[in-house]
């Protein structure tokens, strides 16, 4: 197990009985206020820089937070989580290029 893989048991605590302790509207309530937030405002500044087209992204952000979540509970859960991990970033990326503005010519 590398590093950045947590141990079996940090990853039940954090993944499932947080969860489960605290019940899913708090769960949302946290990862809204501390992930969708930080994305909105990565998002921004990539809508600013003209990397992604201008989009609303309160929605994006809160679509994009809720896939991170669920990515990172498949990875949490599988038999091989680095295969996983690497399935899930190469669907994130795919995913996200969707948002990209057109090259320029």
Same mark, same amino acid.
């Given at each position: ?9 940090? /990853?039940?605590?954090? =993944?499932?009985?947080? /969860?489960?302790?605290? $019940?899913? *509207?708090? &769960?949302? &309530?946290?990862?809204? /206020? %501390? $992930? @969708?937030?930080? +994305?909105? #405002?990565? =998002?921004?500044?990539? &809508?600013?820089? #003209? ?6 992204? /309160?929605? =994006?952000?809160? +679509?994009?937070? #809720? @896939? ?10 599988? *038999? ?18 969707? %948002? ?6």
């Amino acid at each position: 197990m590398d590093r950045r893989t947590p141990r079996p048991p940090t /990853r039940r605590i954090v =993944l499932h009985d947080a /969860r489960a302790v605290l $019940g899913w *509207d708090d &769960v949302r &309530v946290i990862e809204n /206020r %501390f $992930g @969708a937030v930080a +994305l909105r #405002g990565a =998002l921004r500044k990539a &809508v600013h820089a #003209g990397v992604i087209e201008r989009q609303p992204l /309160r929605p =994006l952000a809160l +679509l994009l937070s #809720g @896939a991170l979540s669920e990515a990172c509970l498949y990875i949490a859960d599988a *038999d091989d989580p680095a295969t996983a991990r690497v399935e899930v970033a190469a669907l994130i990326t795919k995913m996200l290029s969707a %948002f990209r503005t057109s090259p320029v010519e």
